[in-house]
């Protein structure tokens, strides 16, 4: 930890004295092929080989403690015409907890109505982590109520293959561990409809409310062109057509901010950013970049 503050500490330095000019390109940094290759490990790692902290199995009740408070209503009212995407869902466990009989009772006298039936959900993941379990629920499901994709990142998948949703959730997937941030969260809100919401969080971060402390590691860092701090849900808040909520939580482990997008309109732009950093990890560490948005010229 102490060599990637050190590093991060000088990256910093260097982006105050000789910014980057907006738009530009730039050399790919020396260290980020080796780091993607070891991040390249960690997605592939199994069994005793999975690193502390990797967890590939969270479940359904995990998501609803550290996703954004209005998540476990947003799925619960989704009916058996809706879709729910899952991204970096690992075993798949919070769906398959989802089509659980304990679910049903764990939701039978809620306020909010739920309408009969579930929503079609599908998981993606970099590994197959699938498990019996999972075989064996999707085999005494009718035809397609729950898939899953894997062995490419969510950029390569095309809108054909896996269609529009009305709710997308990331706990600890993608947006923790992209190399492109602004790419990610493009293709993310191309996959969901109007109307439809994400859910997700970003650990060691500046906070929205500013509360993080000052000796904080931050995993996933955001600059302007001269070098100086953009919090994340600035950045998020910034995107057309979205309305996005932060919960600040600078009481945890880490601070943490919880994320919530929901897409307004289909006139999508989210301001480009360029990595400028990347370390291999669980999650990794990042720090992006604003650019010039070439569509506001």
Not at 232 to 245: E, G, N, Q, Y
Request: aromatic residues 10%.
């Amino acid at each position: 930890m102490r060599a990637t503050e050190m590093r991060l500490a000088a990256l910093t330095i260097l982006l105050a004295l000789c910014p980057v000019t907006a738009g530009s390109q730039g050399p790919v940094p020396p260290q980020t092929g080796s780091e993607f290759e070891k991040q390249e490990k960690i997605y592939r790692s199994q069994g005793a080989s999975v690193p502390p902290g990797y967890i590939t199995s969270r479940s359904l009740n995990s998501y609803v403690e550290i996703l954004p408070s209005g998540f476990s209503v947003a799925l619960r009212r989704l009916g058996p015409t809706h879709r729910w995407l899952d991204i970096g869902a690992g075993a798949g466990r919070a769906i398959l907890d989802y089509y659980s009989p304990e679910y049903d009772s764990e939701q039978e006298g809620k306020k909010s109505a739920r309408p009969r039936g579930k929503a079609r959900a599908v998981a993606i993941s970099i590994e197959d982590r699938r498990t019996d379990e999972w075989r064996q629920r999707t085999a005494s499901l009718s035809a397609n109520r729950i898939r899953y994709f894997y062995g490419k990142r969510l950029r390569e998948y095309s809108r054909e293959e896996l269609g529009k949703f009305q709710l997308i959730t990331d706990a600890y997937g993608g947006f923790s561990y992209t190399e492109n941030l602004s790419q990610f969260l493009e293709k993310v809100l191309d996959l969901l409809d109007v109307n439809g919401d994400f859910y997700s969080l970003l650990q060691s971060v500046h906070l929205e409310d500013g509360k993080d402390r000052p000796t904080t590691w931050y995993l996933t860092e955001l600059v302007d062109a001269d070098g100086r701090d953009v919090k994340v849900c600035s950045w998020l808040k910034s995107v057309a057509c979205v309305k996005v909520t932060c919960e600040s939580k600078s009481d945890w482990d880490t601070p943490t901010e919880l994320i919530h997008v929901r897409k307004v309109c289909n006139g999508v732009r989210v301001p480009p950013l360029k990595q400028v950093f990347y370390e291999a990890g669980n999650p990794p560490g990042r720090k992006f970049q604003l650019v010039e948005d070439k569509q506001k010229r």
